[in-house]
């Protein structure tokens, strides 16, 4: 199953994206979807979680920020971000997740990352 990470670009402090991944397969709404993002020099780290209950996890850095959803008619997961700040500036990436109430204990379920999409946030 693939997953294909967009919406990405550069954006001024205190501005807004939307990062959707779409995925390929039927069975979609049945699993846990995550966002994650790679700084420079720094290691990936999960971002937000979302169950497939739609129960949420968020990193303490994004929360009241960010907000991840999904739409199973589209096989597509959502992130989006505002109050934009230069330490959010990462490639992020999508992938499935091993899905806990704490976001401690969630992890990747593959290690295939794919290209990701890049977020630049100016100051």
């Known amino acids: 199953v693939q997953l294909q990470a967009s919406g990405g670009g550069l954006v001024q402090a205190g501005g807004s994206l939307r990062l959707s991944c779409a995925a390929s397969?039927?069975?979609?709404?049945?699993?846990?979807m995550g966002w994650y993002r790679q700084a420079p020099g720094k290691q990936r780290e999960l971002v937000a979680a979302?169950?497939?209950?739609?129960?949420?996890n968020y990193a303490d850095s994004v929360k009241g920020r960010f907000t991840i959803s999904r739409d199973n008619a589209k096989n597509t997961v959502y992130l989006q971000m505002n109050s934009l700040k230069p330490e959010d500036t990462a490639v992020y990436y999508c992938?499935?997740?091993?899905?806990?109430?704490?976001?401690?204990?969630?992890?990747?379920?593959?290690?295939?990352w794919g290209q990701g999409t890049q977020v630049t946030v100016s100051s």
């Open positions: 397969g039927s069975t979609f709404s049945s699993y846990a």
């Open positions: 992938n499935y997740v091993y899905f806990r109430s704490s976001y401690h204990y969630t992890r990747p379920t593959n290690d295939y």
């Open positions: 979302i169950s497939s209950g739609r129960g949420t």
